[in-house]
Structure formats: C-alpha cells, structure tokens
C-alpha cells in the first residue's frame, strides 16, 4: 500500500509565479489535509478537503491560495502570484475517514521563492 | 483554542542511553489524541506514537513510551536504547474531537543523539 505521494519534492519559482502542488492520498483514504511548515516551526494547518468538497479552509490565506481535491486525480494546492514568505515545505496528509483518526503525511514539497 | 508547546528546543542524548522529550498542550475538550511525529534530515513527517486520551495506560511502540498525565495536560516520550538513526526533529500534536480538522503542533525539539 503506498503512501501519500506528493510532488514535485522540490519547486522553484520566481516572484510573481503560480506554484502547483500536488497529493495523492494512501489509497483508500478520502480525506485531504494541507499543512505548511516554515523554516524552524511546526506544521501550521491549511485547509482539509473531501473529494470535491473544501471542508475547512480556516487555515488558508484568504488570497492567492487555493486548494481543491476532484473527483479523479490528486488534490492540488494552488498559490498564485508566488512571494518570498510562501517559500516553505507544504505537507498532505491522508486519513480514510473523518473524525479522531491517525493523519498520514506526504514527504513534503519544499517550495523556494526566488 | 488548543495549543501545544515543547519547552526543549534542543536536546542531545549519547547512544544506547535513555531521553525523554517533554510536551504540554492546552484544551477544553476531554476526548482527542495525542501525536509524536519525527522528522529526520529527509522531512518526511513519520508517525512515532499515538494516544487516545480516553486510554490510561500509555502508549509503547518498541524503544519508544509516552508518559501521558492527563490531569497535567503533559505528554512525554521517551525514547530508550537511542539509536543514531533516532536524530531528527520530533514534533508532539493534538488532534480534538470538535476540531479534529485541525492538527495543531508544537515547535519542535531538535534531537541529536552523539555516538
């Protein structure tokens, strides 16, 4: 059973750019959650997401972020007009169902604002 | 709102000896779960160790143990035998059962086991 999978592992973008980011859930695992960690933090949440539904985006910055999970295909975290702060690690994290449960993470996509 | 806090920013320990990372947190709620999660020099966030807070007894995964004090809101793991490959960022999480959207993380400690 594979893990999350996310890519790219790294991502390079100049100001002013989109970033595109993308997770594919363990399998069977319907629930999409994005973390960002800054350098020296702690992951900090974004946003869950169900198969094409945003569930909570409290975490997310009102602009020029955006995520969505289709009902076919990865979940893509989107970031539009990229600036030098959105230069982080983005984590996914699966879980098969709502509710307490175990959140399994992604390698992580580490995205540099040049 | 919960929160979670690691104290140790830094912490080393020599191999084969025993460490004990410490982690309190702060909530309403009486029902969640509490994380330890590693990050080694990869990042890649790897689950440690789980406890649902409804369980008294603590949780054990081979070398690894959480002392968990409910009453203290503390959650501490220990980690015994250190192995070299036990270096790594660890983080202490909680997820409630209200807000279980939301994982929320502490800092981090920075653990270096010498050899």
């Known amino acids: 059973n594979a893990g999350v999978m996310q890519n790219p592992r790294h991502l390079v973008r100049r100001r002013g750019q989109e970033a595109r980011l993308r997770c594919s859930p363990m399998?069977?695992?319907?629930?999409v959650y994005w973390y960002r960690q800054l350098p020296e933090e702690g992951l900090k949440f974004m946003v869950y997401l169900q198969k094409e539904n945003i569930i909570d985006e409290s975490g997310m910055p009102k602009e020029r972020f955006s995520a969505e999970f289709p009902k076919e295909g990865p979940s893509i975290l989107r970031i539009q007009q990229v600036v030098r702060g959105d230069s982080a690690a983005y984590f996914c994290?699966?879980?098969?169902?709502?509710?307490?449960?175990?959140?399994?993470f992604g390698p992580g996509t580490r995205l540099t604002v040049l | 709102a919960q929160t979670v806090t690691q104290s140790q920013p830094e912490m080393s320990v020599q191999e084969a000896e025993t460490v004990t990372l410490s982690c309190t947190y702060d909530t309403s709620e009486s029902n969640y779960y509490l994380f330890w999660y590693k990050q080694p020099p990869s990042r890649q966030m790897i689950l440690v160790i789980r406890q649902e807070a409804y369980k008294q007894q603590n949780a054990t995964e081979n070398r690894f143990s959480v002392n968990f004090q409910k009453a203290a809101k503390s959650f501490s793991l220990k980690i015994s035998d250190s192995q070299l490959g036990d270096t790594a960022m660890y983080f202490c999480?909680?997820?409630?059962?209200?807000?279980?959207?939301?994982?929320?993380f502490g800092a981090g400690t920075r653990l270096t086991v010498k050899p």
């Open positions: 399998k069977g695992h319907s629930h």
């Open positions: 994290a699966s879980s098969p169902g709502q509710g307490l449960d175990t959140q399994y």
């Open positions: 999480a909680f997820m409630g059962l209200y807000n279980n959207n939301d994982m929320r």
